[in-house]
């Protein structure tokens, strides 16, 4: 018997030719569904990767950091790699200062042309927050997705602007104008979200309708030197809190990550975490030291916990007209019409 007989399937020797022509498509057809499945599998497993850095005082040696820290991120494993909010420079907006205009950057620009470079090269997605300007005199606190292909498939401006103790953002921010979108990357539908917006189911919930499977939110936030240390605890416990609760409500993953270190009057707690569709912790860093916190996330579990806990499906969406309202007053005589009666007066 000839060498390349014996390497044939047993099974073609007993097979008339037009039969044998026949099973060979069958087989080719059913391995080619084998792998199709087999991939598809495999992308229901994605790994996050949030950088948890201090920031110095000059933006190269940060984004020279950055770099390095998202490269032993994809060496062990990440596919999805976030950086903190405003990674490039430390937390300006603890004053108002118009010198700190002069860190702002276009998009494109030299941030996301060095990171696109770098998921180019790593095969990684990177969700970077950059101090864009737009144009002279308006400025946005903006995350931008980076696909796995060095593409930038979109960007997120943030919505909710801050105007605290040394979180004077309205200063330096314009508020968003692009809405909660969520963007298809090659691993996950991503969703992004900036600090203060952590703070508002309503943020949370749009992004999730828009499609986001993992919720990400660069983050920078710390112990405020005025607050009792027992009050800044119950603080941080509720931050974790709220948007664990995001998890559970949406159904989907939330993934934040923040600051640490000294930065003028601020101490950035750290403790970035990803959480899972039932709100339970995946993965969670100290709150001390800078880390790579790598997080698997099984997106399955996504459509498994919606089908259990339905809250989607169970919206009463007709009647929550009156969330447009900024507060609904005692006075009122009725509280702003739902979609569907709007709708019917204009029938």
């Not at 180019?120 to 002279?136: C, D, G, M, N, Y």
Request: aromatic content about 10%; hydrophobic content about 40%; some cysteine.
């Amino acid at each position: 018997m000839r060498k390349e007989e014996r390497e044939e399937p047993f099974l073609f020797f007993f097979l008339p030719a037009d039969v044998e022509k026949t099973v060979r498509w069958v087989c080719g057809r059913l391995q080619k569904g084998v792998i199709k499945v087999l991939r598809k599998k495999a992308k229901e497993q994605v790994a996050v990767g949030l950088i948890q850095m201090r920031a110095g005082e000059d933006p190269g040696t940060n984004l020279a950091k950055a770099v390095a820290r998202i490269g032993a991120a994809a060496k062990k494993g990440a596919q999805i790699v976030c950086l903190q909010e405003l990674f490039r420079s430390r937390y300006f907006a603890q004053s108002e200062d118009a010198e700190k205009f002069k860190l702002a950057e276009p998009i494109p620009g030299p941030t996301t042309e060095t990171l696109s470079r770098l998921a180019l090269a790593k095969k990684i997605v990177i969700i970077t927050s950059i101090f864009e300007k737009r144009s002279a005199g308006i400025y946005h606190n903006t995350a931008v997705v980076i696909d796995a292909d060095g593409s930038i498939v979109g960007k997120y401006r943030k919505m909710h602007i801050p105007d605290d103790p040394c979180y004077y953002e309205k200063f330096y921010f314009t508020p968003g104008d692009l809405g909660f979108p969520a963007f298809r990357t090659r691993y996950a539908k991503v969703g992004v979200l900036v600090c203060w917006d952590q703070w508002f189911p309503e943020a949370a919930r749009l992004t999730s309708l828009a499609g986001a499977e993992i919720l990400f939110y660069p983050t920078a936030i710390g112990w405020l030197p005025t607050e009792p240390r027992g009050t800044a605890r119950v603080q941080r416990s509720a931050w974790e809190l709220i948007q664990r609760g995001h998890a559970v409500a949406n159904g989907v993953y939330v993934a934040v990550v923040n600051r640490v270190g000294r930065e003028g009057k601020l101490r950035f707690w750290g403790s970035s975490f990803v959480a899972g569709p039932f709100g339970e912790i995946v993965a969670h860093a100290g709150g001390e030291k800078e880390e790579i916190l790598i997080a698997p996330c099984d997106l399955k579990k996504i459509d498994e916990t919606r089908e259990n806990w339905p809250f989607l499906r169970d919206r009463r969406i007709d009647a929550y007209g009156a969330l447009t309202a900024r507060f609904l007053d005692k006075d009122q005589v009725s509280a702003p019409p739902t979609s569907l009666e709007a709708f019917a007066n204009k029938e």
